[in-house]
């Protein structure tokens, strides 16, 4: 059947865009039934193997199996659980809840237990759970198994049993096989909050495990009120090694309060308080000295920062004496005396000069005064720091030998403490030991065997019918699971829709199997379309009508095709589209650009493209005739990389459809650079063939040249088996060796 996939209002879409309406099904979040279905019928023949290898071999592991019986005891517990021996006065008797069943469900598990158990039962002599004791007579798989094995591995004798050898194991490595096989071949269970405890013993022998099924529960009841007693005695005698103990450390720390008290001189001394008050009086001193000295200093820095800025100006500013002051005041009565001199007699008179000398020597005076002041200051600043230094060093004594006092104070409380804390431990420990008495206590049991094992008439395991349900339902899964990875591994495309939503276009036509299910290498190419109504030339005019229809510029008739792999169909739907275009009365011209690649003949043109320019006079002398279609002209070989765009433009002009046969993009990649100088594309998909990558990256190199696809075209011929393939390229390549013959002809 031939489909024709179009939708409105998608026709417009163009392909360079980067969105797409459509989804692909391999990244949709769910599948339909038909998709479903599809995917199930693809991997029919894996699907049957895997089932059927799964359920024969379950039916074969359900009757080769060693039988096994299983023997049943219980246990109840008392609802209190006494325990003597717990320091806690809550904790020596406790009602059993879930967490207290769990503890027990643990310790019957335990290897501890198991060993006595083991011990009981003399199980390390019983080849079936020693292992390291030779079995008299193996059943058939165990046989089977270390026949193949044997035979792999070597040392099997010819009778099928392996030659005896010397192993010396020890004893405690026997018993601790001899556990390990007991812990896998029982269980225990426990129904809700019930206090009965369900012991359930597996083994190939009914009678012994029914043995073993009572041993266990009659050896866990003995076992756990022998334990309650020996902890019991072990609690006296840690109890009474704890008192002695005490007893010893409260004499000793005594004997220590006592040492430390005379050697601290701790006893109670008004001196304490006399030292605390010379400290805090020595703090306020040294505080005033601190500040003392800051004081002095200050007048210390003062002065010396105006003396260096003002001169003899400021220096009353900053110190004064009776002696500067008489000094200053004679400087003033000199300046007035030089004044009025001066006025009268001008600057050189010998009085002015007098005067100016007495001026000069007031001047030095006064700065030999001002120094000694500020030397004064600086001795009366450093007083103060030696004061400050010696108040500090006395206050350091002091704290030391208060912290010195505090520190012998606090270890003297310390170990008050502690023997304060070993009286209490010491009375607590006695109270215990006269409460806790092992000759009058009597140990009951809190745990009774309530049901002895029967010994079982039918075996437990296998379960024919079981094992084979389970088996074919696990090969089930284990088919679909596994054909999901193969169909996630698989990248090839099984729908149309995949090719849809690569290509952002709608699929064109659908070329089926019964397309090509003609003979065609026995037909000649004039009789390919003959037939109105085959698959092929129903393909034929709806590629055409598309093509009309989608690419309806004014001037767009150059058309080519394009697959990601040889094989594809593609030679024979260009072929097939040229001449229904031609016999529709289309002026039609068959460009095929992989004569160089595909050629079943070994015929090349003489007069290809690459040896002759284009131009318009020069065409015609390259286009050659159909023997199969007289009115189709074919124009075979490659032209130069400078050709390509006037060979195009020279073919607008003297047909109406150019249809383009481009080499496949795994051999060649003219596809991708002829895009940019073709009107539209057809890209060409197999079912079951071309890999969804190799389609995207021929989509993406597309769309680098903003090629115009019209959509897709799926062949899907490769459903019907290998011959049918074969007769798929045969005819393609029947139908070129024609061309490619009769033009060959002709030129020579």
């Known amino acids: 059947m031939l489909t024709t996939e ?32 599809s995917l199930v019928w693809r991997y029919k023949k894996f699907l049957a193997i895997v089932i059927t290898v799964g359920a024969l071999l379950s039916l074969l592991l359900s009757f080769a199996l060693p039988a096994e019986y299983a023997a049943t005891s219980a246990i109840v517990f008392d609802r209190n659980d006494t325990r003597p021996y717990e320091a806690v006065v809550e904790a020596q008797k406790q ?39 030779s079995v008299a007579e193996p059943n058939a798989l165990s046989l089977a198994v270390r026949r193949i094995s044997g035979w792999f591995l070597g040392g099997e004798e010819r009778d099928g049993r392996r030659s005896p050898t010397k192993r010396i194991i020890s004893e405690t490595a026997q018993r601790d096989r001899a556990i390990t096989t007991l812990l896998g071949t029982f269980t225990v269970d426990r129904k809700g909050d019930s206090l009965a405890l369900t012991i359930t013993v597996r083994q190939p022998s009914p009678i012994q495990a029914a043995v073993v099924a009572d041993a266990i529960a009659r050896h866990y009841v003995e076992w756990t009120s022998n334990l309650k007693s020996v902890a019991t005695s072990e609690t006296i005698k840690y109890l009474r090694q704890q008192s002695d103990e005490l007893a010893v450390s409260i004499t000793k720390r005594e004997r220590e309060i006592a040492a430390f008290t005379a050697t601290s001189d701790l006893t109670f001394d008004p001196k304490d308080d006399l030292l605390r008050a010379r400290t805090e009086q020595l703090n306020e001193q040294f505080t005033l000295a601190r500040v ?17 800025s003002g001169g003899e100006e400021d220096i009353g500013k900053v110190v004064t004496s009776d002696l500067l002051t008489s000094l200053r005041t004679e400087g003033a009565r000199l300046q007035r ?43 009366n600043a450093r007083v103060a720091s030696i004061r400050v230094k010696n108040f500090e060093q006395a206050v350091s004594v002091l704290q030391d030998r208060v912290q010195s006092r505090n520190l012998a104070e606090i270890r003297r409380r310390e170990l008050e403490r502690d023997l304060l804390s070993e009286q209490k431990r010491y009375d607590a420990v006695e109270l215990r030991l006269s409460a806790l008495d092992p000759d009058r206590e009597q140990f009951k049991a809190t745990a009774m065997v309530s049901s002895f094992a029967e010994v079982p008439v039918q075996p437990s395991f296998p379960q024919p019918l079981f094992i084979f349900g389970a088996g074919l339902v696990g090969s089930s899964l284990l088919a679909l699971m596994g054909m999901i990875i193969l169909d996630n591994l698989d990248s090839r495309i099984h729908s149309s829709r995949t090719v849809s939503a690569i290509l952002g276009r709608p699929n064109i036509v659908s070329v089926p199997g019964c397309a090509l299910k003609h003979d065609v290498a026995k037909e000649t190419g004039s009789r390919l379309l003959a037939d109105e109504n085959s698959g092929l030339a129903i393909a034929a005019r709806t590629l055409c009508l598309a093509w009309k229809t989608i690419d309806s510029s004014p001037g767009s ?12 169909g593609k030679t024979m739907l260009s072929v097939a589209m040229a001449a229904s275009a031609q016999r529709e009365g289309l002026s039609t011209i068959l460009v095929d650009l992989s004569a160089g690649t595909v050629n079943a003949y070994s015929v090349t043109s003489s007069r290809g493209l690459a040896n002759s320019p284009i131009a318009g006079s020069d065409l015609k002398h390259m286009v050659t005739r159909s023997p199969s279609y007289p009115f189709l002209d074919v124009l075979t070989g490659r032209p130069s990389l400078q050709q390509y765009r006037e060979l195009f433009n020279a073919l607008r002009q003297h047909y109406d459809l150019v249809i383009v046969d481009t080499p496949a993009t795994d051999t060649a990649q003219d596809a991708i650079w002829l895009s940019a100088h073709v009107d539209s594309i057809f890209v060409i998909g197999v079912l079951h063939k071309t890999r969804q990558a190799a389609l995207v990256d021929l989509v993406e190199r597309l769309n680098l040249n903003h090629a115009f696809i019209i959509g897709g075209i799926i062949n899907s011929a490769a459903d019907h088996g290998s011959s049918l393939k074969r007769i798929d390229w045969t005819m393609a390549r029947n139908m070129l060796a024609s061309l490619r013959v009769f033009s060959l002809k002709r030129s020579t």
Do not use: C
Request: charged fraction near 30%; aromatic fraction near 8%.
């Open 292 to 308: 003392d000295e800051a004081g002095e200093w200050a007048k210390v820095n003062e002065a010396k920062a105006r003396l260096a």
């Open 6 to 37: 179009r939708a409105a209002g998608n026709f417009a879409y163009n392909s360079s865009d980067g969105s797409s309406p459509f989804v692909n099904e391999r990244f949709s979040s769910s599948r339909g039934t038909g998709e479903a279905w």
């Open 95 to 133: 009602e059993r809840d879930k967490s207290s069943m769990d503890t027990e469900l643990d310790i019957i598990r335990s290897r501890v237990f198991m060993g006595t158990v083991v011990d009981a039962l003399n199980l390390v002599a019983d080849p079936f759970y020693n292992s390291y004791l």
């Open 337 to 379: 005396l030089r004044g009025q001199l001066t006025s009268k007699f001008g600057n050189n008179h010998p009085l002015v000069i007098d005067a100016d000398a007495e001026i000069a020597s007031n001047r030095k005076m006064i700065l030999d005064e001002a120094s000694r002041i500020l030397q004064e200051l600086e001795n």
């Open 557 to 568: 008739k150059v058309v080519m095709f394009t697959s990601t792999s040889r094989r594809d």
